[in-house]
């Protein structure tokens, strides 16, 4: 057992708080693109139906834009979690051992 | 210079098809995914001993791999055929179901993939039963994982059958009992291993079959999409660009959007993929390339459904088959003959079949694990019966599929998929996120929300017009969306947290620091 578990305790709490917020945070991103795109979808169709060359709709480049969109959100939180989230579980994990 | 080749190629009759005659080329390449599938089942069957290796080949499968396998699991045949279909007849209005069926992922990402690694074992269920009482949450949970399964299979065996005899020609009988046997050979032998490497099989030669295609049509338009989509508008007129006649009702599209982005989140045979990688990590980047690869495919639909409908025609799409599924394969054809054809179905197959693997793995572990093991056994069996119950409980869910399948035969089960999706995100999906992040759900509210979603779900899907205007041919329907998701998914979580507010029992301090700890850092970190 760790020497200091409060300590520790309180560590992942406030990971725990981080990793909660981001992931809201992203969660409502995605949520307001996509239903953004079904709100356009059901109440502009005008504004979809625009083109911005011959061949292209702004309907179709907001549906692509709604997939880079969704990479865009899962590399940003990946990117997070690798270079803070990881690092932090790693830095709590290593006081644990040292205080063993 | 591409418009004149494309005018010239448009003389070319649809009814020239050799889709449904037999086809050397797709029995061919069929047999060879067979047999390359059945030798990694045998190699994989010598791995399978226990039932961590079973459910979870083992929890050694790379996150590039899973990637991979859980593309393999998602891009079912309704989203090859049935997207491209979709835009080939209707143009843009298919693309709404392209992108629906991505944004999905994302949430996977954020809320479940690492937690559910981390406090689970093989199922969904072990998470929300976690630190409630067993036998009641695993029997709602078990209730809530077949519903999903089991309509999900429905439309796939369904869908196989059709799909199957229009391509090669076979009776629909005989199509669905070699998908049953291949896969209760795959599932029972391999168990967890041989259906990630099928999965991963599958989803190369389908995002390569699909990727080849696409280039093939692009290559005829210089290259350039807008080029495809401005033939598209010349020929069938600017509407097709722009939304129609499927989004008329906007509730509708919000309820149909809901029980697809979440639905993903709930649905068993991906949320066990998670326990097939090491650790948490492992299960953060396999969704990142799940995603990648997910993405990448949809924006090949756009293309593949224009370009069947700028060189194919929506009239003889329609014509060889009214749903429009034939899209992709006349799309093969007509660009790359009858060997290219045989290719896309034998692909189309191997889709189906793969598909129908992971969910009866999913099944198979909601019946042995969380029914068996934990609801009548309390717990206490060995693992050497577990594994006998699993793969009992796997030759059932085979012979029930097939069975469904022949049971459903020319029904209109389109539907069962959304439905599939909808008990997902309203059943599955509010339980697991109170389960993961919230202290004071109890055993009486994660019960109450998972029945009030199943049961919720089927109701208001039974009273909605997709079943009593479409099906059961009546003027009007009492509830008026097709998808029920808008109602169900915020009442399934009202009732979690009103029950558990009223029989919640507090959970002391260190309880929840335990189960912080073990969230974050695994149940080595305890």
Redesign the interface.
């Known amino acids: 057992m760790p020497n200091n578990p409060g300590d520790?305790?309180s560590r992942?709490?406030a990971?725990?708080a981080a990793?909660?917020r981001?992931?809201?945070i992203?969660?409502v991103a995605?949520?307001l693109?996509?239903?953004g795109?079904?709100?356009l979808?059901?109440?502009n169709?005008a504004l979809?139906?625009h083109?911005l060359?011959?061949?292209?709709?702004v309907?179709?480049v907001l549906?692509?834009l709604?997939?880079?969109a969704?990479?865009l959100?899962?590399?940003v939180?990946?990117r997070w979690?690798?270079r803070h989230y990881?690092a932090a579980?790693d830095a709590?994990?290593r006081d644990e051992g040292a205080g063993r | 210079m591409s418009l004149v080749f494309l005018l010239s190629q448009a003389a070319a009759p649809a009814a020239q098809t050799r889709i449904g005659q037999p086809n050397v080329v797709a029995m061919a390449f069929f047999f060879v995914f067979i047999a390359i599938t059945l030798g990694i089942t045998y190699w994989a069957a010598r791995r399978t001993r226990t039932t961590e290796h079973f459910y979870a080949a083992g929890r050694t499968i790379s996150p590039g791999q899973n990637g991979f396998a859980l593309a393999g699991d998602y891009m079912s045949a309704a989203s090859f055929l049935g997207i491209a279909g979709l835009v080939s007849t209707t143009g843009?209005d298919g693309?709404?179901y392209?992108?629906?069926w991505?944004?999905g992922?994302?949430?996977v990402?954020?809320?479940i993939a690492?937690p559910l690694r981390n406090l689970g074992k093989y199922t969904f269920a072990d998470v929300v039963a976690l630190r409630l009482r067993q036998t009641p949450v695993r029997i709602a949970a078990a209730i809530g994982t077949l519903a999903t399964v089991i309509f999900y299979l429905i439309a796939q065996m369904v869908g196989a059958g059709g799909l199957i005899k229009l391509m090669f020609g076979l009776s629909y009988e005989t199509a669905i009992v070699i998908v049953g046997a291949a896969m209760i050979a795959y599932v029972l032998f391999g168990g967890m291993i041989a259906t990630t490497w099928v999965q991963i099989v599958k989803a190369v030669l389908l995002l390569g079959g699909a990727f080849l295609l696409a280039m093939l049509v692009l290559a005829r338009f210089g290259f350039?999409?807008?080029?495809?989509?401005?033939?598209a508008?010349e020929r069938y007129g600017?509407?097709v660009?722009?939304?129609g006649q499927l989004?008329s009702n906007?509730w509708d599209?919000?309820s149909l959007?809901l029980a697809l982005?979440f639905g993903t989140a709930g649905l068993p045979h991906i949320l066990m993929r998670f326990y097939t990688v090491p650790d948490a990590?492992a299960a953060?980047?396999s969704?990142?390339y799940a995603?990648?690869l997910i993405?990448f495919f949809?924006?090949l639909t756009?293309v593949l459904g224009f370009g069947a409908m700028v060189l194919v025609g929506p009239d003889a799409i329609r014509a060889v088959d009214r749903g429009g599924n034939m899209a992709a394969p006349l799309l093969a054809e007509l660009i790359g003959g009858t060997p290219f054809l045989g290719f896309i179905a034998a692909v189309a197959f191997a889709t189906i079949l793969a598909v129908v693997a992971g969910l009866a793995l999913a099944g198979a572990s909601a019946l042995s694990h969380d029914l068996w093991v934990n609801v009548v056994r309390h717990g206490k069996a060995s693992g050497t019966e577990e594994l006998k119950v699993a793969r009992v409980a796997t030759v059932v869910l085979g012979v029930a599929a097939v069975l469904f399948g022949i049971t459903f035969k020319g029904q209109n089960v389109a539907f069962m998929v959304s439905l599939a999706f909808a008990i997902a995100a309203s059943a599955n999906f509010p339980a697991l996120v109170m389960a993961i992040?919230w202290r004071g759900f109890s055993t009486a509210g994660a019960v109450a929300s998972m029945l009030v979603g199943t049961i919720g779900t089927l109701l208001l899907i039974w009273l909605s017009p997709t079943v009593q205007v479409d099906i059961l041919r009546h003027d009007s329907a009492w509830f008026p969306l097709k998808n029920p998701a808008l109602v169900t998914i915020p009442l399934s979580f009202a009732v979690g947290i009103v029950v558990s507010l009223l029989t919640s029992v507090r959970s002391t301090d260190a309880e929840n620091?335990q189960h912080?700890?073990r969230?974050?850092?695994g149940s080595a970190?305890d």
Do not use: C, Q
Not at chain 1, 53 to 57: A, M
Not at chain 2, 224 to 231: C, E, M, S, V
């Open positions: 520790a305790a992942i709490s990971l725990a990793r909660w981001i992931a809201i992203l969660t995605m949520v693109i996509y239903f795109f079904i709100a979808i059901a109440f169709r979809l139906a083109r060359t011959p061949g292209l709709s309907g179709i549906g692509a709604v997939i880079v969704s990479w959100l899962t590399w939180y990946v979690a690798n990881d579980l709590i994990g | 843009f693309l709404i392209s992108t629906g991505l944004v992922w994302p949430v990402l954020f809320l690492e350039n999409p807008a080029a495809l989509f401005r033939a508008a600017d509407a660009l722009a939304p989004v906007p599209a919000f959007g982005m990590k953060r980047t969704v990142f995603t990648g993405g949809y924006l756009f992040f620091a912080e700890r969230m974050h850092m970190g």
